[in-house]
Antibody, heavy 120, light 108 residues
Framework: QVQLVQSGGAVVQPGWSLRLSCAAS????????MHWVRQAPGKGLEWVAV????????YYADSVKGRFTISRDNSDNTLYLQMNSLRAEDSALYYC?????????????WGQGTLVTISS | EIVLTQSPATLSVSPGERATLSCRAS??????VAWYQQKPGQAPRLLIY???TRATGIPVRFSGSGSGTEFTLTISSLQSEDFGVYYC??????????FGQGTRLEMK
């Protein structure tokens, strides 16, 4: 069955970097678009980034553009989110989610979430 | 950026009753709307996509309707497991993909 297992969340200081991971099983990552979505404590859902199945098209929310990079390792079937120059407002529970097609579609499977806290 | 506005913010309904949740888009998104359910401590779950198509394994008491700028999620007879927060999402014009702010469905 499809599973997305996340890791990498931590408490870090403003300006630091962090890399989140999302290990996929039950399907081939390169056949699907994949997204990152975040949820600040007590708040709603905010889309962060997408990587299309072709691996070339990547899009970001304006709030993270230039600081975050989405990528994947096809050999490991793992999705990543490299987060640089972290700010207090980046504190959130980060979810990876599978696009139900190649990209730009609803999210049919979600990881369990990993918590990122930015604090001095 | 397309803004989705959900109403009401909180809806109190008794088990067995009908619940109707609304989502309005700031411009037309055709039928490219999905609905998600989120329970405390859990990831969101896809309920409806393409405005009215139930996702795999979703009970028939969940139904979606609408197109353009007005969308509705209806739960015909509420069960105890249906309480939580519901989000609409548009995937017509992006980036960014956007979500509504959520409707909290609570037991009356």
């Amino acid at each position: 069955q499809v599973q997305l297992v996340q890791s990498g969340g931590a408490v870090v200081q403003p300006g630091w970097s962090l890399r989140l991971s999302c290990a996929a099983s039950g399907f081939t990552l390169s056949n699907y678009g994949m997204h990152w979505v975040r949820q600040a404590p007590g708040k709603g859902l905010e889309w962060v980034a997408v990587i299309y199945s072709d691996g070339k098209r990547k899009y970001y929310a304006d709030s993270v553009k230039g600081r975050f990079t989405i990528s994947r390792d096809n050999s490991d079937n793992t999705l990543y989110l490299q987060m640089n120059s972290l700010r207090a407002e980046d504190s959130a529970l980060y979810y990876c989610a599978r696009d139900d097609d190649t990209g730009g579609n609803p999210f049919d499977y979600w990881g369990q979430g990993t918590l990122v806290t930015i604090s001095s | 950026e397309i803004v989705l506005t959900q109403s009401p913010a909180t809806l109190s309904v008794s088990p067995g009753e009908r619940a109707t949740l609304s989502c309005r888009a700031s411009q037309s998104v055709r039928s490219n709307v999905a609905w998600y359910q989120q329970k405390p401590g859990q990831a969101p779950r896809l309920l409806i996509y393409a405005a009215s198509t139930r996702a795999t394994g979703i009970p028939v008491r969940f139904s979606g309707s609408g197109s353009g700028t007005e969308f509705t999620l209806t739960i015909s007879s509420l069960q105890s497991e249906d309480f939580g927060v519901y989000y609409c999402q548009q995937y017509n014009s992006w980036p960014p993909i956007t979500f509504g702010q959520g409707t909290r469905l609570e037991m009356k």
